[in-house]
């Protein structure tokens, strides 16, 4: 059985509640075009904060003309950033952070599945959970090239049936596992907060509960 992502969503740590990753809706997604572990979304440029909060899936995230203004925050770490257009930044899921993005111009979103990440880790002979680690604003023509293939791909509605998106997909997240990623997941101290397996379990019951409500105790009871 596939799995479809209808949006690019994160959990809001202090609420519990879950919402798309940009509040507004992509001027184009791949979402009725059914790919199996992936989503591709395109955003119009716009300034946008989240804090303390965690995507339920990893993100590649590709500005276009214009570029943007990071600044970013997680755990201790902190980080402000001119990306240039072109230029590849990775969020991993269940990692909490906070962000303010100004963008000059509009970006493309591909979210990839745990899944689809431990299948292409299987394909290299890794077996087990992989975690994509943060990048912010790197040069990777490659990863670039396949993130515009993909939409371009989506956009055109190719006529295989969507089996070279999902090749395109499959080899994005195989790049990502040999280039970007660690065999252990690594959350940021938080003081009073959700430890690293307690987030986790909380991500997973909102994977297996999308279609129901939600509530905060309920997520609460999940974390313990």
Do not use: C
Request: neutral net charge.
């Amino acid at each position: 059985m596939g799995t479809h992502l209808p949006r690019t969503m994160l959990l809001e740590m202090t609420t519990g509640h879950i919402r798309p990753m940009r509040r507004t809706a992509p001027i184009w997604s791949s979402a009725s075009r059914g790919g199996d572990g992936f989503l591709v979304e395109e955003h119009e440029p716009a300034d946008s904060r989240s804090s303390d909060v965690a995507l339920l899936e990893s993100v590649v995230f590709l500005p276009l003309d214009g570029g943007l203004q990071l600044d970013w925050q997680s755990g201790r770490a902190r980080l402000s950033k001119r990306i240039a257009p072109g230029q590849i930044s990775i969020l991993p899921a269940n990692h909490p952070y906070s962000v303010r993005l100004r963008a000059a111009g509009p970006s493309v979103v591909v979210s990839l599945t745990d899944k689809l990440l431990t299948l292409a880790a299987a394909d290299q002979g890794v077996f087990g959970e992989v975690h994509p680690v943060w990048v912010h604003g790197v040069e990777d023509s490659l990863l670039r090239e396949l993130v515009m293939s993909l939409r371009a791909e989506l956009q055109n509605d190719g006529t295989s049936g969507g089996r070279y998106a999902q090749t395109l997909a499959s080899t994005l997240a195989a790049h990502i596992v040999r280039r970007y990623s660690t065999d252990q997941l690594q959350l940021p101290e938080r003081r009073g907060g959700l430890s690293a397996p307690a987030l986790r379990r909380v991500i997973q019951h909102i994977h297996e509960h999308l279609d129901e409500e939600l509530t905060l105790d309920r997520l609460a009871a999940q974390a313990g």
